[in-house]
């Protein structure tokens, strides 16, 4: 009976720590909102995300511009683009990004948190950096430029729609996320300490350990890959820097567990060789 209860114990652990890790990251990244905001963070400098934040806001100014003052968009593209770079280049482009990204993270939390059904979609505003880019072009003479209203471009991130269906999820998550790592360590330590042979019981768990990892691993590479079709208002390479910015802290945390797993398992080893002998 009393190994019995060890090896579910055991088995009931191994299997956690994959989930227990995933769930930790999930809620790490979308929860808290300065959680969000450091994950994101990085975005901000991605020459894809710089290049799509760009084209963007270019489009939008030009045609601004063009409703307001009647000049022809291929006349004021040019400088445009330049006055946009010129603003992304600006050390207020750090600011208006972690606060474009606080909005998402709020926008984000409406939605997974809301009880009724949403239209419309998730995105980053690019409004704020309307007023640096306002400032560039009156500087470079563009007619009517300090009249300029604000730009109301965005980039947006995926449908609320689809956002809602991972509710389920979500609560799960929010519920249990920070507690399932300790659940998985206690249900570890409990198996072994019941175990009739500790070291080889520590061994063989710390082998399911990597097991689950490995296959965790595996999970995540195979998401990359449905990056683009699960970000389809995004570019590709878009979608794929989004995606492996937010999971950044996902491989560091495999990582870490996985040595851990390694060394243990290198001790128990060591130990039960030692008692053979």
Same mark, same amino acid.
């Given at each position: 009976?009393?190994?019995?209860?060890?090896?579910?114990?055991?088995?009931?652990?191994?299997?956690?720590?994959? &989930?227990?890790?995933?769930?930790?990251?999930?809620?790490?990244?979308?929860?808290?909102?300065?959680?969000?905001?450091?994950?994101?963070?990085?975005?901000?400098?991605?020459?894809?995300?710089?290049?799509?934040?760009?084209? /963007?806001?270019?489009?939008?100014?030009? @045609?601004?511009?063009?409703?307001?003052?009647?000049?022809?968009?291929?006349? &004021?593209?040019?400088?445009?683009?330049?006055?946009?770079?010129?603003?992304?280049?600006?050390?207020?482009?750090?600011?208006?990004?972690?606060?474009?990204?606080?909005?998402?993270?709020?926008?984000?939390?409406?939605?997974? /948190?809301?009880?009724?059904?949403?239209?419309? @979609?998730? $995105?980053?505003?690019?409004?704020?950096?309307?007023?640096?880019?306002?400032?560039?072009?009156?500087?470079? $003479?563009?007619?009517?430029?300090?009249? !300029?209203?604000?730009?109301?471009?965005?980039?947006?991130?995926?449908?609320? #729609?689809?956002?809602?269906?991972?509710?389920?999820?979500?609560?799960?998550?929010?519920?249990?996320?920070?507690?399932?790592?300790?659940?998985?360590?206690?249900?570890? +330590?409990?198996?072994?300490?019941?175990? =009739?042979?500790? %070291?080889?019981?520590?061994?063989?768990?710390?082998?399911?350990?990597?097991?689950?990892? $490995?296959?965790?691993?595996?999970? &995540?590479?195979?998401?990359?890959?449905?990056? %683009?079709?699960?970000?389809? @208002?995004?570019?590709?390479?878009?979608? =794929? #820097?989004?995606?492996?910015? !937010?999971? %950044? $802290? !996902?491989?560091?945390?495999? +990582?870490?567990?996985?040595?851990?797993?390694?060394?243990?398992?290198?001790?128990?080893?060591?130990?039960?060789?030692?008692? /053979?002998?």
């Amino acid at each position: 009976m009393r190994s019995a209860v060890a090896f579910l114990l055991l088995l009931v652990g191994v299997v956690l720590v994959p &989930v227990a890790a995933a769930g930790r990251w999930g809620y790490d990244v979308v929860v808290p909102a300065d959680g969000f905001v450091e994950t994101v963070a990085p975005l901000a400098t991605s020459p894809a995300v710089v290049d799509e934040v760009e084209d /963007r806001l270019t489009t939008a100014t030009t @045609s601004r511009i063009t409703q307001s003052t009647g000049v022809e968009g291929a006349q &004021v593209e040019p400088l445009v683009r330049v006055a946009v770079r010129q603003a992304i280049a600006d050390p207020a482009y750090a600011r208006v990004w972690r606060s474009s990204t606080r909005d998402v993270h709020r926008q984000l939390l409406v939605v997974l /948190r809301a009880d009724t059904s949403t239209t419309g @979609s998730v $995105g980053l505003s690019l409004a704020p950096l309307s007023d640096v880019v306002r400032r560039e072009l009156v500087s470079a $003479g563009i007619p009517f430029a300090d009249q !300029l209203p604000t730009v109301r471009a965005t980039v947006p991130l995926a449908p609320s #729609a689809d956002l809602a269906r991972a509710r389920g999820v979500f609560e799960v998550l929010e519920a249990w996320g920070p507690v399932l790592p300790f659940v998985a360590a206690v249900l570890l +330590a409990l198996g072994v300490l019941l175990a =009739r042979r500790r %070291a080889s019981a520590l061994a063989r768990a710390c082998l399911g350990v990597l097991l689950g990892l $490995g296959l965790l691993a595996v999970v &995540v590479l195979a998401a990359r890959v449905a990056a %683009a079709e699960a970000l389809p @208002s995004l570019p590709t390479p878009v979608a =794929r #820097a989004v995606f492996d910015t !937010l999971v %950044a $802290g !996902l491989w560091r945390d495999i +990582a870490l567990v996985a040595v851990g797993a390694l060394v243990v398992l290198l001790g128990s080893v060591l130990v039960t060789r030692g008692t /053979r002998r």
